[in-house]
């Protein structure tokens, strides 16, 4: 019992101490730790792609599966790089804060202690950084060998010789292989027929038969229902959006209906297990071919529309237009004969000879249909013109070139097939057929997008409206955005239709999207990563800082400043210093957010430098003499200013040049140095008071008290006229015939010297004649005026003495 108890004492002790310490969780690693491993384990699958590629028996599936595996590692390497990389400037900077170490070793042992912790983290940090960017550099490197094997492959394949089709030895084989694989193909329409009796019966063999061929003949109508609801019946004169969206709903209706049919035969085929699995490609190759030729022959038909010339897109008479739309027919029914054919010949494991007979007989006659096709398209003669009426033009820039490759495809088809390359002839007839309809899908997309944005644009549609009222642009501004969408569409439209066209070429979509993507998120050149979204999100945040710093400028020029007692120079000068301040405050942000370091800017304005020092001395002198104004105040907006020749109102100061206002309207641009350097009259610089002398002469007998009792009651009975100073009457000549008088007072705002001194002219004049003192009308002489405004003859100004 004793030792039962001794026993359970232990088990409990245990349980109750070592126990809850083995359940602890361990603690897990650190980030760094987790991005070190996950990089090991990056270059472990590079490096097992990278001996995988050693293989010269990889298949073009095999390395597209390949490809997938290695297109997702940059992105996973990216994510570690942006999320270490901070770490890594963040060390920098709070090392850079401890200074150097100092030679003598005369440093405390807590800071060498820090020094040597910061330098330990940095130095692991970058080494993650310089791991995950030769993993990235070593992913890129892969990605280009498969590129390389895969188009080499391609290539190998594409231009491998065969017999010519003029060989007799090829026909000669194909007489002698025939009888075994028409046996072939007996042998498997007689396995699909048992195989449907056997899994839906006699009658239900007989029912799906006649279930298919009412499902393909009710197609036809049905599609011709559509269009006639849809097109035919709108018989107005179209628009050129109308023909775009025409053209569109033949494409659409095509599409839907051979679409659903395949569909629908598909499912009825899978769900019973009507075919054996060798022939599902079979089944497939036939269904989209189906749906190809329909939905191809209803673009062609979309577009030339025979017999309707006013939906017609392209400028064509109805004869021509039939011809093209019979060519294109003809031709999309030998394409999808083609890869019928190939993917009956693949089932039945056919003969080399039958293979390579078929694919060039097709080419061929690929390749004559489209020769038949490029006769029909010239020019129109005057004849065409007479019959064709308004919808006759000129010949189209383009078709000129169109004819010159179209016949060059077909020259090298027939050589390629005559020479025994018939891989290649087949495959070139087969992306002259593809290339066409993809041509003819991009161009009527790119006029639908067009004329849908124009349509958009009209002052009159709902889209204007509803912009000019909530977002308040002008009608120029909405004009510009539409144009550049109109762009962007047409690029995007463009591009996509050109990967169409080059993917079968092997250029594909997914390498295509991988460029963009480093281009658009980073590449790096050295130690400097350049990043195109940075760039783009650099610049809009730069354009929302200047647009943010002009909203407040405007603030404070309209709102706030006209409420505070400051003159209007001072104002202008807060109001354009705090742009120049929001302008570099937002470069800086702009800057930062790209990424860019205080060292890198510093190299950057270092070279910026020797461009200064040598083309853009004079602006960079104009720049700091425009911030000396702004900051002197000697020269402000307001004030009336001569400079050489010229005198007029300062209108604004410019970064680089100031404007002023003449009293003539027109306006000259001086640059900011010439007021620093040079010497500039301001006629208010310490007030704005004017002086205004009106001089008075009055024949020699008149009575001088006289005389200058009314200069100076006139004057002061002017209510704009200054009391303090008070007006002053001066004599300044005796002459033979006249004696010369002076008028000197003073006005509180040199805009009004003019006016006053016409008044005060009025004036006078009016009391010497009532006095009698002038008989007629006295030669008035000069009106001196200091510190005046915009006048016109008769008139001069000096500065205040």
């Not at 963040?90 to 820090?114: F, Q, S, V």
């Not at 997309?445 to 509803?466: C, G, K, M, W």
């Not at 710093?549 to 007692?565: E, I, N």
């Not at 024949?699 to 002061?716: F, G, M, W, Y």
Request: glycine letters at 6%.
């Amino acid at each position: 019992m004793t030792h039962f108890l001794r026993l359970l004492l232990s088990f409990l002790l245990w349980a109750a101490v070592v126990n809850p310490l083995s359940a602890q969780a361990p603690t897990p690693p650190s980030p760094l730790i987790q991005q070190r491993q996950a990089l090991d384990a990056l270059k472990l699958q590079l490096d097992q792609l990278d001996r995988a590629l050693q293989n010269r028996d990889l298949t073009d599936g095999q390395l597209a599966d390949l490809r997938k595996t290695v297109l997702v590692l940059p992105d996973q390497i990216l994510v570690v790089i942006n999320d270490v990389q901070p770490r890594v400037d963040l060390l920098k900077a709070r090392l850079k804060e401890l200074g150097a170490k100092p030679a003598d070793g005369n440093e405390a042992a807590e800071i060498t202690r820090e020094r040597e912790d910061r330098e330990k983290a940095l130095q692991e940090h970058e080494e993650v950084v310089r791991l995950a960017r030769t993993l990235a550099l070593q992913a890129d490197q892969v990605h280009t060998q498969i590129v390389d094997k895969r188009r080499e492959l391609f290539n190998s394949r594409l231009f491998a010789p065969s017999a010519s089709l003029l060989s007799p030895e090829l026909w000669i084989s194909v007489a002698r292989n025939l009888p075994h694989d028409l046996a072939a193909i007996k042998t498997l329409g007689s396995d699909v027929a048992a195989r449907v009796v056997d899994q839906l019966g006699l009658l239900g063999a007989i029912a799906f038969f006649f279930l298919c061929t009412s499902l393909l003949l009710v197609s036809l109508p049905l599609y011709r229902f559509v269009i006639h609801f849809f097109v035919d019946r709108h018989d107005e004169k179209p628009t050129p959006l109308a023909r775009d969206v025409a053209a569109l709903t033949y494409v659409v209706s095509a599409l839907v209906v051979s679409g659903g049919f395949a569909l629908l035969i598909n499912m009825i085929v899978r769900h019973f297990g009507l075919l054996p699995p060798r022939l599902e490609d079979v089944l497939n190759t036939i269904l989209s071919s189906f749906v190809i030729m329909a939905v191809a022959r209803a673009l062609a038909e979309g577009i030339l529309t025979p017999n309707r010339p006013e939906w017609r897109l392209v400028k064509a008479t109805d004869a021509t237009a039939a011809k093209l739309l019979s060519f294109a027919f003809l031709m999309l029914g030998l394409f999808a004969l083609m890869r019928v054919t190939g993917a009956i010949n693949t089932a039945i494991s056919a003969a080399l000879a039958l293979t390579v007979a078929t694919r060039g007989v097709f080419a061929v006659l690929i390749a004559l249909t489209l020769a038949g096709a490029l006769r029909s398209i010239r020019p129109f003669d005057e004849v065409d013109e007479d019959s064709f009426g308004e919808y006759v033009n000129t010949e189209a820039a383009w078709i000129g070139p169109a004819r010159i490759i179209g016949w060059i495809a077909f020259v090298v088809t027939i050589v390629s097939v005559v020479f025994g390359y018939i891989a290649f002839g087949s495959f070139l007839s087969v992306q002259i057929t593809w290339a066409i309809t993809v041509i003819a899908t991009t161009t009527l997309l790119v006029n639908l997008t067009d004329h849908a944005l124009e349509r958009l644009i009209q002052p009159s549609s709902r889209v204007t409206r509803f912009l000019y009222a909530t977002v308040g642009l002008p009608r120029s501004s909405l004009d510009q955005l539409f144009v550049i969408a109109q762009g962007i569409l047409r690029l995007m439209i463009i591009s996509i239709g050109a990967l169409a066209v080059l993917a079968p070429w092997g250029y594909e979509s997914g390498d295509f999207i991988a460029s963009i993507r480093r281009f658009f998120f980073g590449f790096t050149i050295g130690d400097v990563t350049i990043s195109f979204a940075g760039i783009f999100g650099a610049v809009i945040v730069f354009v929302v800082g200047f647009f943010l710093t002009r909203a407040f400028q405007g603030w404070l020029q309209r709102r706030y400043l006209p409420q505070t007692s400051l003159d209007s120079g001072l104002r202008n000068s807060i109001t354009t210093g705090i742009g120049y301040v929001g302008f570099v405050a937002a470069g800086g942000i702009a800057v930062s957010y790209m990424g860019l370091s205080l060292e890198k800017v510093t190299i950057v304005a270092g070279a910026l430098s020797v461009g200064i020092g040598l083309g853009l001395q004079s602006v960079v002198n104009n720049f700091v003499s425009g911030l000396i104004l702004l900051w002197e105040r000697t020269i402000r907006v307001g004030d009336l200013i001569v400079v050489g020749e010229e005198q007029g109102y300062v209108k604004r100061i410019n970064v680089r040049a100031t404007e002023i206002e003449t009293f003539d309207r027109a306006t000259v641009i001086v640059p900011n140095s010439n007021f620093i350097s040079g010497m500039v009259k301001n006629r208010v610089h310490s007030d704005r008071v004017g002086r205004v002398i009106v001089p008075v002469p009055v024949p020699k007998d008149s009575d001088c008290d006289q005389v200058s009792a009314i200069l100076r009651e006139t004057a002061e009975s002017n209510s704009d006229v200054l009391e303090d100073p008070p007006p002053r009457v001066l004599f300044k000549k005796i002459g033979d015939a006249i004696l010369e008088f002076e008028l000197v007072c003073f006005v509180p705002e040199v805009e009004t010297a003019a006016r006053v001194s016409s008044d005060l002219t009025f004036v006078i004049f009016r009391r010497l004649r009532s006095e009698s003192i002038i008989k007629s009308p006295p030669a008035v002489g000069k009106i001196e005026i200091v510190n005046a405004t915009a006048f016109t003859g008769g008139l001069t100004q000096e500065s205040k003495a």
